[in-house]
């Protein structure tokens, strides 16, 4: 099955700077890739998304970019602010075993980036 | 608001007891996921039904099981109770039964202490 280790476990930048969080997925059938954001005591939100036919997709001061040679995707955050403070789970998408005609499968997580930004 | 309904929001019990956590999906979700949130484990996946039938299993121990009734809504039960079950357990629905081509919306999750 999919595996997908998700690297630092904990990350403190100064308001400003950006941050990086990187993910490695074992399975190359594999083929989407979200980020979800989980403030304290939150439920986790989609936040960004890739599929395995785009390199990169951006929304505002988040990025996202895949390497499906290395298997590795990862969240790039610029200009860093407060709220952005929370912890960021990637996942990968794991085929079912079994054909159910269009259900491709179901999302594995990694362990989470625990990011704080400081004023 | 995301739209899915978990219930209880907090749960005590004691060890050997058995639980049962309910979750609604969002309206038009035919997809329902159970995933446990222990501290340092991020998001474990246990299990995943559309429309009624189960589609894909985790890491899910045999004291676990689950259903999807025909309303659509789902049940989580944990029996034989033990310390390290203790943790916050999500729900979540897609429109599609692929969590792929679907953001995943996240019930606010029921949090189980076992004393």
């Known amino acids: 099955g999919e595996n997908v280790e998700q690297h630092p476990s904990t990350l403190s930048v100064q308001e400003g700077d950006s941050a990086v969080i990187k993910c490695t997925y074992s399975d190359s059938a594999s083929n989407y890739f979200p980020w979800y954001k989980q403030e304290l005591g939150k439920r986790p939100q989609l936040i960004i998304d890739?599929?395995?036919?785009?390199g990169e997709k951006k929304d505002q001061r988040i990025a996202v970019t895949l390497n499906k040679t290395a298997k590795h995707f990862s969240l790039h955050i610029t200009e860093t602010q407060p709220e952005d403070s929370a912890v960021y789970f990637c996942?990968?998408?794991?085929?079912?075993?079994?054909?159910?005609?269009?259900?491709?499968?179901?999302?594995?997580f990694g362990k989470g980036t625990k990011l704080s930004v400081k004023p | 608001d995301s739209g899915v309904t978990q219930t209880p929001k907090h749960l005590i019990t004691a060890t050997g007891q058995r639980v049962t956590l309910r979750c609604s999906p969002r309206s038009g979700d035919l997809s329902v996921y159970w995933y446990q949130q222990s501290l340092d484990q991020g998001l474990q996946f246990l299990i995943q039904y559309y429309n009624g039938e189960e589609r894909a299993k985790g890491n899910i121990l045999e004291r676990f099981s689950a259903q999807q009734f025909p309303d659509l809504h789902s049940e989580l039960n944990l029996s034989s109770l033990e310390l390290g079950d203790s943790a916050l357990y999500f729900c979540?629905?897609?429109?599609?039964?692929?969590?792929?081509?679907?953001?995943?919306?996240f019930g606010e999750g029921s949090r189980l202490t076992v004393l």
């Open positions: 979540a629905s897609s429109v599609q039964p692929q969590g792929g081509t679907g953001e995943l919306f």
């Open positions: 996942a990968a998408l794991q085929s079912h075993a079994q054909n159910y005609g269009g259900s491709q499968g179901n999302l594995i």
């Open positions: 890739i599929r395995s036919n785009v």
